[in-house]
């Protein structure tokens, strides 16, 4: 089970940090996807087990980083320079293949109920 936190309303320019808990003692890659109304879900960004890969998408890069705290079960996605455009619903999911990175979220078996990120210009 998956449990998304950390979403809320805030300004463009503005930082937040999203947290994605994980029951369970096993050890998943985690990745972050994220669904505006009407449109497709977009990849955000990927964390091996151990944290030594990730990968993010395009939009986010230089804006956006994904850690985990493996003692804690948690992933985070730590938000900056946030835009209106990043309005979306914030979805974690995990893949039983530990070194899954992968921007596709066909490869994650779990997720998260979502969370809602609203930045406002």
């Known amino acids: 089970q998956l449990q998304a936190s950390g979403g809320g309303l805030v300004q463009a320019g503005d930082s937040l940090r999203l947290s994605c808990a994980a029951s369970?003692?096993?050890?998943?890659?985690m990745a972050w996807f994220r669904q505006a109304p009407g449109k497709e879900r977009e990849f955000v960004s990927a964390?091996?087990?151990?944290?030594?890969?990730?990968t993010y998408g395009d939009s986010v890069k230089g804006r956006f980083t994904i850690s985990r705290d493996n003692a804690k079960n948690t992933v985070y996605l730590q938000m900056n320079s946030l835009k209106p455009e990043d309005t979306a619903v914030y979805h974690c999911?995990?893949?039983?293949?530990?070194?899954?990175?992968?921007?596709?979220?066909?490869?994650?078996?779990?997720w998260g109920q979502g969370t809602q990120v609203t930045v406002s210009s």
């Open positions: 999911a995990a893949s039983r293949y530990r070194d899954c990175v992968d921007p596709i979220s066909l490869s994650y078996e779990y």
């Open positions: 369970g003692r096993a050890l998943y890659g």
């Open positions: 964390i091996s087990w151990n944290g030594g890969r990730k």
